[in-house]
Antibody, heavy 121, light 106 residues
Framework: EVQLVESGGGLVQPGRSLKLSCAAS????????MAWVRQAPKKGLEWVAT????????YYPDSVKGRFTISRDNAKSSLYLQMNSLKSEDTATYYC??????????????WGQGVMVTVSS | EIVLTQSPTTMAASPGEKVTLTCRAS?????MHWYQQRSGASPKLWIY???KLASGVPNRFSGSGSGTSYSLTINSMETEDAATYYC?????????FGGGTKLELK
């Protein structure tokens, strides 16, 4: 059974940093792209970052590019999201997700339970 | 960036009723994916590559569409189908989601 368990969320002041972690199990982690997707309170879903199997390629939308860094440790089956220069609009539940890229059909086939990040003074 | 617009934003359906949710893309995409999110839960992949049902999804659900117009249909609404449904395109980077349709039980 695929399991994705996020941790590291909490309350942080604007301009500060926070690092999220995701522990994966139930599949061969190193064979899959991985991603972070967020959801602001009472709002829709927003893709935040994706990383390739080896970690050599990363992808971000403009809203977080230059502030967020996705990384992975295949030996530990773990995914990370380093968030710097946090803004109030980054307040959201952050989901770790497995990113399926077969034949270029990019979608997110398994999701974690999510971790809440609140950016406020 | 491709913008996905879902309609309606909210709707209510009675048990047994046929339901159709729509997702329109600002530019043509090759396929569409759909997610179900029940209240307080994480999203789940529901339909992928436009018409393929994810594991465990009841066959009363179906997906169709092409180009800029896609839809998710429930043949006969059931209580457990009450949720928010999001479409997502993976054809063009950055990958984007629609704003969601909240489906309630009437």
């Amino acid at each position: 059974e695929v399991q994705l368990v996020e941790s590291g969320g909490g309350l942080v002041q604007p301009g500060r940093s926070l690092k999220l972690s995701c522990a994966a199990s139930g599949f061969t982690f190193s064979n899959y792209y991985m991603a972070w997707v967020r959801q602001a309170p009472k709002k829709g879903l927003e893709w935040v970052a994706t990383i390739s199997t080896s970690g050599s390629r990363t992808y971000y939308p403009d809203s977080v590019k230059g502030r967020f860094t996705i990384s992975r440790d295949n030996a530990k089956s773990s995914l990370y999201l380093q968030m710097n220069s946090l803004k109030s609009e980054d307040t959201a539940t952050y989901y770790c997700a497995r990113h399926s890229t077969y034949y270029g059909y990019n979608y997110f086939d398994y999701w974690g339970q999510g971790v809440m990040v609140t950016v406020s003074s | 960036e491709i913008v996905l617009t879902q309609s309606p934003t909210t709707m209510a359906a009675s048990p047994g009723e046929k339901v159709t949710l729509t997702c329109r893309a600002s530019s043509s995409v090759s396929y569409m994916h759909w997610y179900q999110q029940r209240s307080g839960a994480s999203p789940k992949l529901w339909i992928y590559e436009t018409s393929k049902l994810a594991s465990g999804v009841p066959n009363r659900f179906s997906g169709s569409g092409s180009g800029t117009s896609y839809s998710l249909t429930i043949n006969s609404m059931e209580t457990e189908d009450a949720a928010t449904y999001y479409c997502q395109q993976g054809s063009s980077y950055p990958w984007t989601f629609g704003g969601g349709t909240k489906l309630e039980l009437k």
